[in-house]
């Protein structure tokens, strides 16, 4: 499955079938010898929710929620028929998500609310210079770059985001686990373009649903961008983010935008 170019192996795992999702993701994600993709997400059952979903990275890692998987495995669920309305909700990580189906291949969903806010922290680079860089969690930990304040990266599309990326990735100001890193253009004041290098890929993707969501929330603070913004990733897709900004933060955050079915199939395990 594809939501708006992050791309998933998707499982009815209700069976038990996978019984190692790590060792799997590493050799169903691997673009070379398996199918290929930027994580697996499996669908469980929940005690408290309509199902449960399990994300694992093309590493094996579990580095948290994941929007465009999220809103797969809603598409998904729905499909197969694990569901039965257009609104439901499912647990991913300890943390209760409200999904709604409004079309075909658009999916919505109730995010958890950004907390960890930390704003311009100064990230020095192997070659000495110093990136504006702003920290949020949104479901999974996200550094955001604005191109404005960091000349010396040139222009969002010609930007070096792997290079720059990966180290920052691994920077000691995100240690222990590292964050997934966005590089942001603010286009006007409903619109950004973002493009992002996610942990656990090891690569820029072509769209990151919670860094959409990380990159709108601080667009928001540093640029007064509002609701709804419209988010254009790197396939050419949009996704769309909404929420309320109030004195203590911000709340009732959605992430909107399409979850795609590319093939069904199977492989032996």
């Given at each position: 499955?594809?939501?708006?170019?992050?791309?998933?192996?998707?499982?009815?795992?209700?069976?038990?079938?996978i019984?190692?999702?790590?060792?799997?993701?590493?050799?169903?994600?691997?673009?070379?010898?398996?199918?290929?993709a930027d994580?697996?997400?499996?669908?469980?059952?929940?005690k408290?929710?309509?199902?449960?979903?399990?994300?694992?990275?093309?590493?094996?890692s579990?580095?948290?929620?994941?929007?465009n998987?999220?809103?797969c495995?809603?598409?998904?669920?729905?499909?197969?028929?694990?569901?039965?309305?257009e609104?439901?909700?499912?647990?991913?990580?300890?943390?209760?998500?409200?999904?709604?189906?409004?079309?075909?291949?658009?999916?919505?969903?109730?995010?958890?609310?950004?907390?960890?806010?930390?704003?311009?922290?100064?990230?020095?680079?192997?070659?000495?210079?110093?990136?504006?860089?702003?920290?949020?969690?949104?479901g999974?930990?996200?550094s955001?770059v604005?191109i404005?304040e960091?000349?010396?990266?040139?222009?969002?599309?010609?930007?070096?985001?792997?290079?720059?990326?990966?180290?920052m990735?691994?920077?000691?100001v995100?240690?222990?686990i590292?964050?997934?890193?966005?590089?942001v253009?603010?286009?006007n004041?409903?619109e950004?373009?973002?493009?992002?290098?996610?942990?656990?890929?090891?690569?820029?993707?072509?769209a990151?649903?919670?860094g959409?969501?990380?990159?709108?929330?601080?667009s928001?603070?540093?640029y007064?961008?509002k609701?709804?913004?419209?988010?254009?990733?790197?396939?050419?897709?949009?996704?769309?983010v909404?929420?309320?900004?109030?004195?203590?933060?911000?709340?009732?955050?959605?992430?909107?935008?399409?979850?795609?079915?590319?093939?069904?199939?199977?492989?032996?395990?």
């Amino acid at each position: 499955m594809s939501g708006a170019g992050n791309d998933f192996v998707v499982i009815d795992n209700r069976n038990g079938i996978i019984i190692d999702p790590s060792i799997f993701a590493q050799k169903v994600c691997d673009r070379r010898f398996g199918i290929g993709a930027d994580g697996i997400l499996l669908l469980e059952p929940a005690k408290s929710a309509d199902f449960m979903m399990k994300y694992f990275n093309a590493d094996g890692s579990n580095a948290g929620m994941c929007g465009n998987g999220g809103r797969c495995l809603a598409k998904f669920a729905y499909d197969i028929g694990a569901v039965h309305s257009e609104r439901f909700r499912f647990e991913a990580f300890g943390h209760f998500y409200e999904a709604e189906r409004f079309g075909a291949d658009q999916y919505r969903l109730h995010m958890k609310n950004a907390g960890s806010l930390r704003i311009a922290e100064q990230v020095q680079l192997a070659d000495g210079r110093n990136l504006a860089a702003h920290y949020i969690n949104t479901g999974t930990d996200h550094s955001v770059v604005f191109i404005r304040e960091n000349p010396g990266i040139g222009a969002l599309g010609n930007a070096d985001i792997v290079r720059i990326g990966r180290e920052m990735r691994f920077h000691t100001v995100y240690q222990p686990i590292g964050a997934n890193i966005n590089f942001v253009e603010v286009l006007n004041d409903r619109e950004i373009a973002v493009r992002t290098y996610e942990r656990g890929v090891e690569d820029e993707t072509l769209a990151c649903g919670t860094g959409s969501v990380a990159s709108a929330i601080l667009s928001a603070i540093r640029y007064s961008v509002k609701s709804p913004v419209t988010v254009n990733v790197r396939s050419g897709l949009q996704l769309h983010v909404s929420f309320d900004r109030t004195e203590n933060g911000f709340t009732n955050v959605h992430l909107a935008g399409p979850a795609v079915t590319v093939f069904h199939g199977e492989i032996d395990l």
